[in-house]
């Protein structure tokens, strides 16, 4: 396999069953700044599946096929050498830390104090939010909690992106704001991505191909 044909990730027949019943097979690749997306409803496995890609798949399921990130197969790896970043409906900042303080966390733990404060201090800035690094994340709005949970992820360095409904929890005022600021980071940063969601907005702002299960 050739470099370009194997950057992305890499749903290979990838089939999942809850017992004795088969709640879906995908075979799709999701090429550096593409997006998929699932749809389904609720209780469809939608879930389930990025739990498969990110190493967390509860024991009550079982899986067939494979799941390769930049021509790697990840299907058995601890979820900590996957480099997989997930995001859920809500931001699960740490209420303890300031907004610095829980960007930091995020960030490998190479290099000294100051050059990491630097890191965290150019990547807000890089998205106008400086002005946030004191805060305590309880007293930002909704929209900001999610901005700095995305960022938080991206400061880990994932080679992929799974969204877990990130949107679902915010008003109408905000979704279409934080959806355009995810999906611009993701293709900024080449990063394959998996949306999983019931809004058919969703699913159209993202852009890629669309799979129903």
């Known amino acids: 396999m050739t470099e370009s044909r194997s950057k992305g990730l890499v ?3 990838v089939a999942i069953r809850d017992h004795e019943r088969e709640l879906f097979c995908i075979d799709a690749t999701v090429r550096p700044g593409e997006v998929l997306t699932v749809m389904g ?3 469809s496995g939608k879930s389930t599946l990025l739990n498969l890609v990110s190493g967390f798949l509860p024991p009550a399921f079982s899986y067939t096929g494979r799941v390769l990130l930049d021509g790697v197969d990840i299907t058995q790896a601890p979820p900590e ?3 997989v970043g997930l995001m859920f409906q809500d931001p699960l900042l740490f209420p303890h830390m300031s907004v610095e303080d829980n960007l930091l966390f995020a960030l490998p ?4 104090k100051d050059e990491r404060c630097q890191k965290v201090r150019a990547a807000l800035a890089a998205v106008n939010m400086e002005e946030l690094g004191a805060r305590d994340p309880m007293t930002l709005s909704g929209g900001q909690q999610s901005r700095i949970s995305l960022i938080r992820l ?6 992929a992106l799974l969204l877990d409904e990130p949107f679902s929890a915010l008003d109408s005022g905000l979704k279409g704001k934080v959806r355009d600021f995810v999906f611009s980071q993701a293709q900024q940063r080449q990063l394959p991505t998996i949306l999983v969601t019931h809004d058919e907005a969703d699913a159209q702002r993202a852009g890629g191909n669309i799979i129903t299960i």
């Open 109 to 112: 733990k190479d290099g000294g």
């Open 11 to 13: 749903l290979n027949n």
């Open 41 to 43: 409803p609720s209780g």
């Open 154 to 159: 991206l400061l880990s360095e994932p080679k």
């Open 81 to 83: 050498e996957r480099h």
